[in-house]
Antibody, heavy 122, light 108 residues
Framework: EVHLEESGGGLVQPGRSLRLSCVGS????????MHWVRQAPGKGLEWVSG????????AYVDSVKGRFTISRDNAKNSLYLQMNSLRPEDTAFYYC???????????????WGQGTLVTVSS | DIHLTQSPSFLSASVGDRVTITCRAS??????LAWYQQKPGRAPKLLIY???TLHSGVPSRFSGSGSGTEFTLTITSLQPEDFATYYC??????????FGQGTKLEIK
């Protein structure tokens, strides 16, 4: 059974940094593109960033470009999101999500983690 | 960026009803659209991909159609567990892989 588990969320002051992690199990992690999607409390879904299975393709939503960095370590079945210069508007639940197809990039997500809450506030 | 607009944003219906949710794209996206269901406090779940293909394990009362700029999600014979929020997402185009604003389906 596919399982994704995020960690690393918490309360952080504006301007500070946080690193989120997502560990995958139950599937060949290195065969699948992975994404981060966030959801502010009570709001809709927003795609944040994605990375292809071999890290050759990476993309970000404009609002986080230059501040967030996505990466993965396939040997550890892990996905990361380094978040710098955090702003109050970055407050959200952050989900990691696995693409449905092997060796694809930019398609739909068939498995999601439970989410980790990032709160940016002084 | 491609913008997706869902309508309606809120929908009230009864068990057994048939409902349709529309997702309109700001530019043509062929059939590259997915639908997700999200319940409170839970992660989204994939329902439909490629506009009309049912994801494994999703009940057949869910169906999707459309291409280009207009898409629909239809649920026939609503069940109690279907009351949730539904999102469309455009995929396989240039990022960002935007979502619609969501449609909250509530019990009448």
């Amino acid at each position: 059974e596919v399982h994704l588990e995020e960690s690393g969320g918490g309360l952080v002051q504006p301007g500070r940094s946080l690193r989120l992690s997502c560990v995958g199990s139950g599937f060949a992690f290195d065969d699948y593109a992975m994404h981060w999607v966030r959801q502010a409390p009570g709001k809709g879904l927003e795609w944040v960033s994605g990375i292809s299975w071999e890290s050759g393709t990476i993309a970000y939503v404009d609002s986080v470009k230059g501040r967030f960095t996505i990466s993965r370590d396939n040997a550890k079945n892990s996905l990361y999101l380094q978040m710098n210069s955090l702003r109050p508007e970055d407050t959200a639940f952050y989900y990691c999500a696995k693409e449905a197809g092997q060796y694809t990039y930019g398609f739909d997500y068939d498995s999601w983690g439970q989410g980790t809450l990032v709160t940016v506030s002084s | 960026d491609i913008h997706l607009t869902q309508s309606p944003s809120f929908l009230s219906a009864s068990v057994g009803d048939r409902v349709t949710i529309t997702c309109r794209a700001s530019q043509g996206i062929s059939h590259y659209l997915a639908w997700y269901q999200q319940k409170p406090g839970r992660a989204p779940k994939l329902l439909i991909y490629a506009a009309s293909t049912l994801h494994s394990g999703v009940p057949s009362r869910f169906s999707g159609s459309g291409s280009g700029t207009e898409f629909t999600l239809t649920i026939t014979s609503l069940q109690p567990e279907d009351f949730a929020t539904y999102y469309c997402q455009q995929v396989n185009n240039d990022p960002p892989y935007t979502f619609g604003q969501g449609t909250k389906l509530e019990i009448k």
